[in-house]
């Protein structure tokens, strides 16, 4: 058997790892590099592997750093299935077209705008390569075995990050290769603990915060503090996240604060149509997280939504103190945006 790091080793990103054995090859995860220029620039470049003669993929979870380059690899010749959980293609025909459409607009500007070498810029891939992508997409239920032929066979326990999110278990004659995916917390209040899994021979393990310690503090306190100082002085908490997964955390966490008389009852907007559709499917899928369905509802309808360019506008004119959950999961400093990052260079 032999194992290939196509991304997700020197960097956090692009993770894909090629299993070889007895003629079959499976791609574990399919990743985008994302982050600095160097690395967005290997997305252009040609996997090692020709996509025609994979046999199939298998997502740990959504995330475009796990699945973005799906897209790709199926319009560049892959014919075979995409195993994942069914949240994870509920969550991926939202993120996928999103990425497409998004790398569209940055082509176009860059071609409006006239700074990019290529005439045409062109787009990594459109919304209608993503969309033709999720017809591969083949849902498979957690703890049930899923055979892939000639003896291998993928079982997908919870792996505890976002919905859907599977730590997944490669077998073949008596081989046995685990692949944590991103890992959640134990104790996290909204997502289901990650599974144990009692034995392996190869165990891969992501480790993106690996250098770090969790904060035993209580998040709940920590965003009590920082909201009640801010609207005490009248101003207006900004909070940059992640819209699928993150965003529905902090959703719970203001829940249970003014529930509790913690914070002052501050409109809450949530500026981010995929958050917004990421927290409906949480109401599908409830069986992979701890909310009751009445916690579910109550969560979801804490926040005013906002879909619109306009309507995200009209939040930077409100001048009354709110709490502003954003569409991005980075803050910036700088005074001017850098440019777009999606077209080719």
Known sequence: MKITFLGGA???????????????????????????????????????????????VILTHAHLDHSGYLP??????????????????????????????????????ANRH??????????????????????????????????????????????GHILGAAIVSLEHRGTKLVFSGDLGRPNDPVMREPATIATADYLLVESTYGDRKHDTGSPQDLLAEAINRTAGR????????????????????????????????LPVFLDSPMAIDAGEIFHQHRQDHRLSETECRAVCALARNTRTVDESKAIDRNRVPSIVISASGMADRRARAPPPQSFCP
């Open 10 to 56: 020197g960097t956090v990103t692009g993770s894909k790892y090629l299993v070889e054995d007895h003629g079959r090859q499976f791609l574990m995860d399919c990743g985008l590099f994302q982050g600095f220029k160097q690395l967005r620039l290997r997305n252009w470049e040609p996997l090692p592997v020709d996509p025609r003669s994979i046999d199939a």
């Open 72 to 109: 790709l690899l199926i319009r560049n010749g892959f014919r075979g299935q995409v195993l994942c959980t069914a949240a994870t293609a509920d969550l991926c025909g939202i993120l996928l077209p999103d990425a497409g459409h998004l790398q569209e607009q940055d082509a176009e500007f």
């Open 114 to 159: 006239g700074f990019s070498k290529h005439r045409p810029a062109l787009p990594l891939f459109t919304e209608a390569d993503a969309r033709a992508a999720l017809s591969q997409l083949a849902p498979v239920a957690f703890a049930h075995p899923r055979d892939l032929g000639d003896g291998w066979t993928a079982t997908f326990s919870c792996g």
């Open 234 to 265: 009248g101003g207006t908490v900004l909070i940059p996240s992640f819209a699928v997964g993150r965003a529905q955390t902090l959703l719970f966490h203001l829940y249970r604060l003014k529930a509790a008389g913690r914070i002052p009852d």
